[in-house]
C-alpha cells in the first residue's frame, strides 16, 4: 500500500502504457524524477529496459532523446560536430563579399553549422526531455568519465563558440547489460534498479497484454516454457522481446497449443544461437515434460 | 503510552542517517551525499504510512549495485530490529548515564550491532577504532599474501616493465596526422586555410586510429595453484598497473573480475581487496564454467582479433570438461591469440594429460610453463 499520490500516478501512467510494473520499478521511476537523478538500469538483455526510459517520456509527456553507446563511441558522436560541408559551401557563396575574414570565421563558427548530437541535443532541448543512455558498457572508459562531467556540470563547452549551458536539466536514464563493471564514480551519481527476467506471472500479463487474442492455454505454455528454457546453459538467453515475437507468430497461425513439431519448427524466433537451438532441439521432450504440453506417457 | 511512537518519529532523520552508516560498515559505498539522497527520497514519497513503502523508498535510494539489492533487504531487518531493541531498553532502564563507556564485543566477525547504539549516542570514535580493527581481522582471516619477498618484487617489477614496453611501442601511433592522402580532417583542414580566405590550398589528413592491443588476463586462484599464488599476484598487479588495455580476471569455482581490485595504487590494498572479495580463493577448480562465464558476460566486449588471451592454470579441473573444451573454441575462434602459461610445464617430464588440459589443448596457439620470472621472458616474445 502506498499512499503518496503521485507514486500512484506513475504507477497509473506505467500501466496505462502497457507496461507491467513491479513497486521497485515505480519507486526508482518516481524517486528518480522527485530526487532529479539519473537512474541506472541494469539487467540482462531483453528485459525491457529501453522501454522504461520510452514509456517515461510518453507519462511525462516529453521527447525521447537516444544515445546509442558502441564502443569508440567520442564526442562527435555523441555531443556535436561541425557541419563541415556546409562550412565549406558558406565559404564559396560568400567568397565575393566584402565580409572581413574574422567576419566570416564568425559566421561558419556560429550555431547554424553545428550538429547537435543527442547529449547537446538533450541539454538544449526547449523543455526537459528524457535523454536515454542506452548500453553504456559498450562504450569505453573513457566516454564514462567524460559523460559524468556532462551529468554533473550540465554544460559543454565548444572552443569556437564558448559554453553552452542547459537550458532544462534533462532526466536521464542509462541502461547497462553488465557486459562491464562501470565506474564508482558513474554509479553514485545515479539511482539503481536492476530489472531481470519477469516471473511466470508477470510474464503471462505481459504477453496478455500485447498479444491480447492469445488462447488461454497457448500463452501459459509459452510463458512456462520460456521459464524452463532460461534454465539451460545457453549463449544467448532470450528475453522477453522474443517471448512476444514467439507469441504473435503462433497466435498468428492460430495455434492454441504447444508440442514438439510446432515448437522444432519455430524455435529460431525464441533462440538466436545455432548451438543453443540445437541443444534445446535435443533435450525439447524434456521440456515438454517440464512445461506440461506433453505427458511422460504419451510417447511410450 | 505513546512514548515510543514519539520517540521513534521524531528521531527517523538521525535513524536514517546511523543506518546510512550501518551500510557503509557494510562495504555500500555511502557517503553524506547519499544520506542526503535517502532523506530527500523519504521526503518525496510522504505521506507515507507502511513500513514497506519506506523499505523499498531506501532500497531505491541506496542500493547501487546488482550485490547490494540483494543484501538490502535483510540488512534493513536487522537494523530495525536491533533498533527496536536498542529504543525498548532504553525506555525500560531510563537514559544511559553520560560517559558510560560500552566494551566492544569480544571476538565479533561482524561490526557489532553496537556500533549503531553508539552513534545513537554521538560515540564517534570508538566507532572508528572498532572499525579498523574489523577490517585488520578480516584480512588475516583470509590468505594471507603479505610474505612478498622484496627483492622477488623488485625482479618481477622489472621484467613486467619491459613486457609493458613492448606492448606500448606496438600501439604507439594513435589519430593523427599523417602527410600522406588517406582521410581528409575537415576540422583542420578548414581551420588551416581560414587564415587564406577560405581557399582550399592546403589539405590536412589523418590516419585512422589502430586499434590497441587489448589483453585479457584470466588467472585460476583454486588450490592446486596455491604454490604460484603470489607469482600469479605479482605479475597480475605488474602487468595492470604497466599496461592500461588490460582485462584480469580470476577464478576457482567461478568468474571474477579483478581489474578494479587490482588497479589500486596501493600494491597492500590490491591485495586485501582481492582476498577479501574473490569467493572461492584456493577453492576447488571449475575452469569450465569459469571460462563459460566468460565467454557469455565478457567475450563479446574484449574478444577481437587484436586481443591476446593469457590463462594462468595448471589445468586441474573438478568441473566439466567436455564445456571446458567448448568454452575454449569459443574463445579461440574469437580471440586473436590464446596462450595458457601453466607452470607445471616448467618440469622436464611434464605431459598436458590431465583431462582439462586435454580437452583445452586444441585450442591453444601457445602453451609454455609460467612457473617463474625466466618463463615471463618466453611471454614476452610471445606478445610481440
Known sequence: MMENKELEEIRHMLREQGYITEPSIVMSVFLAKALKKPLLIEGPAGVGKTEIAKVMSRALDTDLIRLQCYEGLDATHAIYEWNYQQQLLHLKLEEQSDKSLEEREQNIFSERFLLKRPLLQAITHHRAPVLLIDEIDRADEEFESFLLEILSDWQVSIPEIGTIKATHIPQVIVTSNRVRELSEALRRRCLYLYVSYPEFEKELQIVRGKVPGIDQKLGEQICR??????????????????????????????????????????????LKDWQDIRQASLSLTELLEKVGAISKFENL | MDRPLIKRQTTLTANVVAFCRF????????????????????????????????????RAALARTYAQLHTFDELYTQYWRELDKAVDSKLKDGAPEPGQKQKPKRGAQEPSLMNIKNWLQGNTQQEEAE????????????????????????????????????????????????????????????????????????????KPARHKKQIVLLCDVSKSMDLYSRFLIQFMYGLQSAYQHIETFVFSTQLYRATAALRQRDFGQALSELSGRVPGWSGGTRIGES??????????????????????????DTGDTALLGESMKRIHQRAGKVIWLNPLAGSQAYEPETQGMQAAMPYIDVFAPGHNAESLKALQRQLR
Open chain 2, 131 to 206: 572499525m579498523a580493527a574489523y577490517s585488520a581481522q578480516e584480512a588475516l582471516s583470509h590468505k594471507d599474501f603479505s610474505v612478498l619477498a622484496e627483492a622477488e618484487m623488485e625482479e618481477m617489477r622489472q621484467l613486467i616493465a619491459r613486457i609493458a614496453r613492448a606492448l606500448a611501442r606496438r600501439e604507439s601511433r594513435r589519430r593523427k596526422a599523417s602527410p600522406k592522402p588517406l582521410q581528409l580532417d575537415l576540422r583542420r583542414t578548414l581551420r588551416t586555410n581560414m587564415r587564406r580566405g577560405g581557399e582550399l590550398l592546403e589539405l590536412r589528413y589523418y
Open chain 1, 225 to 270: 516454457f520460456m521459464q524452463e528454457v532460461r534454465q539451460m546453459r545457453l549463449e544467448k538467453i532470450p528475453g522477453v522481446a522474443e517471448t512476444l515475437d514467439w507469441a504473435m507468430a503462433l497466435s498468428a497461425l492460430h495455434i492454441d497449443h504447444l508440442d514438439k513439431e510446432i515448437v522444432e519448427s519455430t524455435l529460431g524466433i525464441v
Open chain 2, 23 to 58: 551500510l557503509r560498515q557494510k562495504g555500500y559505498t555511502v557517503g553524506p551525499r547519499e544520506e542526503a539522497d535517502a532523506l530527500q527520497a523519504l521526503l518525496a514519497i510522504a505521506p507515507f504510512h507502511s513500513p514497506e513503502a519506506m523499505q523499498l523508498c531506501l
Open chain 2, 291 to 316: 571460462f563459460h562465464a566468460f565467454s557469455n558476460e565478457h567475450a563479446n566486449r574484449l574478444l577481437n582479433k587484436q586481443t591476446v588471451v593469457i590463462i594462468m592454470s595448471d589445468g586441474w
